[in-house]
T-cell receptor, first 121, second 113 residues
Framework: GAVVSQHPSRVICKSGTSVKIECRSLDFQATTMFWYRQFPKQSLMLMATSNEGSKATYEQGVEKDKFLINHASLTLSTLTVTSAHPEDSSFYIC?????????????????FGPGTRLTVL | GNSVTQMEGPVTLSEEAFLTINCTYTATGYPSLFWYVQYPGEGLQLLLKATKADDKGSNKGFEATYRKETTSFHLEKGSVQVSDSAVYFCALSDNQGAQKLVFGQGTRLTINP
């Protein structure tokens, strides 16, 4: 259980075009999803928090008009990179948050997708 | 703001060696601490966690103890296997609001037979 998928896994596009990346929670509902960006040999940097039915919350320094996030259902969030440029080339990772109930109580755990490699020529 | 610093890699060990990957953090309040693992070609998976001081998280032979006095959460395993080769990320959550995760830079571990 708690599987998160991303589509596509890899995309190459020309500079100036827009690219949409989908993040789906396959076997659970997620009111909150997160979008991260990972540069080679570096850590994951949180870009934004995606909330179902409301506007995303962007981290400082992330252009919300550049990275459009839509969380229209409890199982799907999309990230659209608009007017992509070579500097947007990166590995984009999403996660979906789910309440996990254990023996010591409940806690929120993030389940991660496998990532999408974006290359902008 | 909150931050996580972990041991730089890459780390290369022989099978059955003892593993330590250091992780220290800076945070206000009482964060929860995590270790995530990323196997080649796969997404991040939660390896273990600890939610309060002196808690020990453990899974698959890995252990880490939440040390508030030293603000550390070092990952250890007594005898590593080739299948443990992966990238390991230390992370914290401030347990507030959306409970966002802050990650360390990751440590690539390679285990040779």
């Amino acid at each position: 259980g708690a599987v998160v998928s991303q589509h596509p896994s890899r995309v190459i596009c020309k500079s100036g075009t827009s690219v949409k990346i989908e993040c789906r929670s396959l076997d659970f509902q997620a009111t909150t999803m997160f979008w991260y960006r990972q540069f080679p040999k570096q850590s994951l940097m949180l870009m934004a928090t995606s909330n179902e039915g409301s506007k995303a919350t962007y981290e400082q320094g992330v252009e919300k008009d550049k990275f459009l996030i839509n969380h229209a259902s409890l199982t799907l969030s999309t990230l659209t990179v608009t007017s992509a440029h070579p500097e947007d080339s990166s590995f984009y990772i999403c996660s979906a948050r789910m309440l996990v109930v254990g023996t010591s109580g409940g806690y929120n755990e993030q389940f991660f997708g496998p990532g999408t490699r974006l290359t902008v020529l | 703001g909150n931050s996580v610093t972990q041991m730089e890699g890459p780390v290369t060990l022989s099978e059955e060696a003892f593993l330590t990957i250091n992780c220290t953090y800076t945070a206000t309040g009482y964060p929860s601490l995590f270790w995530y693992v990323q196997y080649p070609g796969e997404g991040l998976q939660l390896l273990l966690k600890a939610t309060k001081a002196d808690d020990k998280g453990s899974n698959k032979g890995f252990e880490a103890t939440y040390r508030k006095e030293t603000t550390s959460f070092h990952l250890e395993k007594g005898s590593v296997q080739v299948s443990d080769s992966a990238v390991y990320f230390c992370a914290l959550s401030d347990n507030q609001g959306a409970q966002k995760l802050v990650f360390g830079q990751g440590t690539r571990l390679t285990i040779n037979p």
